[in-house]
Structure formats: structure tokens, C-alpha cells
Nanobody, 124 residues
């Protein structure tokens, strides 16, 4: 079964950095791009960032602009999320998913092949 696998989460102090990776497992598939979402305890899963495989468009939610950078390695079918200047409010489980048929890049229901998530915890 094809799915995406996230890695790179961990525990970090505020102001620190982490880099998350997202790669396919169990096969490959075509997609327009990949998005990152996060879900904190008791909250809805929210959009964080997305990129097209062509690299012509990237998207960020306002709260991470200037701190997070999304990038991709097409040869490895891998997407990265570099997270700098981390804040306690960035604490969440981070998920990646493939954008295949959807139109909106910000709506989680437009994504498929979700990973299991990786925990990011930022202490103050």
C-alpha cells in the first residue's frame, strides 16, 4: 500500500530548528505536489505549507511565513520542511500528504495518501 512517511520530528527548545522529511513508501504515484499539515491536541488539523513538484509555487500559512521553508528533491521524491525559530505554539503532530486531484492547496480534504505523522514538541 502506497503511503507517505514523515520523519525528523523531535523535541526542541524555543528558537531552535528541525527539518522534517516526507517520502513515499510502498511504491510511487503521480501528484501535483505535497503539503504539510499539523494537528495540536484538541485542535483541527491545519495547513502549514505546500509545494508543487515543478517548484513554481509554494504556499505557507501566515503563522510560519519567514520561519519555515518547504523544499523538494524530485530525484528522491522527497519533500522537506525546514522549521526555524520554533515556538511552543508550533508543537503538534506534523503530517504530509499528496495533492493529486484537488484544486485548493490549503484544504486538507483535497489531499490523499496521508502519512502517520511525526511529533514536534517545542519547549519554552
Amino acid at each position: 500500500q502506497v503511503q507517505l512517511v514523515e520523519s525528523g520530528g523531535g523535541v526542541m527548545q524555543a528558537g531552535g530548528s528541525l527539518r522534517l522529511s516526507c517520502a513515499p513508501s510502498g511504491g510511487t504515484f503521480s501528484s501535483n505536489g505535497v503539503g504539510w499539515f499539523r494537528q495540536a491536541p484538541g485542535k483541527e488539523r491545519e495547513f502549514v505549507s505546500a509545494t508543487t513538484w515543478r517548484g513554481d509555487s509554494t504556499y505557507y500559512t501566515d503563522s510560519v511565513k519567514g520561519r519555515f521553508t518547504i523544499s523538494r528533491d524530485n530525484g528522491k521524491n522527497t519533500v522537506y520542511l525546514q522549521m526555524n525559530s520554533l515556538k511552543p505554539e508550533d508543537t503538534a503532530v506534523y503530517y504530509c500528504a499528496a495533492h493529486i486531484y484537488g484544486s485548493s492547496w490549503f484544504d486538507r480534504y483535497e489531499y490523499d495518501y496521508w502519512g502517520q505523522g511525526t511529533q514536534v514538541t517545542v519547549s519554552s
